[in-house]
């Protein structure tokens, strides 16, 4: 059974930072690219980072360049998420999901086949 369960979330002050963690069982993790995807009530689910599993290629939705970074620890089966310099439009319940491929895909949802719980990133101004 593919399992995915994220962790690291909390409430934070404008410029703080948090880590997010995802870990990964179930299947062949270093076999499929991983991102990570935010949602505020109301709002589209939308991508924000993804990492490859071949290279360890990274992709970041503009508004996050430069601010968080994704990396991945194959040995752990865990997926992170580095966020700095939090603002209060990064609030968000924040997922985890495996890529149909080796490669990130790009951040259309149906791109992305198994999905954690969520985790919430909460950031006050």
């Known amino acids: 059974e593919v399992q995915l369960v994220e962790s690291g979330g909390g409430l934070v002050q404008a410029g703080g930072s948090l880590r997010l963690s995802c870990a990964a069982s179930?299947?062949?993790?270093?076999?499929?690219?991983i991102g990570w995807f935010r949602q505020v009530p109301g709002r589209e689910r939308e991508g924000v980072s993804c990492?490859?599993?071949?290279?360890?290629?990274?992709l970041h939705e503009d508004s996050v360049k430069g601010r968080f970074t994704i990396s991945r620890d194959n040995a752990k089966n865990t997926i992170y998420l580095q966020m700095d310099d939090l603002k209060p439009e990064d609030t968000a319940i924040y997922y985890c999901?495996?890529?149909?491929?080796?490669?990130?895909?790009?951040?259309?949802?149906?791109?992305?086949?198994?999905w954690g719980q969520g985790t919430q990133v909460t950031v006050s101004s």
């Open positions: 990492i490859d599993a071949s290279d360890g290629s990274t």
């Open positions: 179930g299947f062949t993790f270093d076999a499929y690219a």
């Open positions: 999901a495996t890529d149909k491929y080796y490669y990130c895909t790009g951040p259309k949802l149906t791109n992305f086949d198994y």
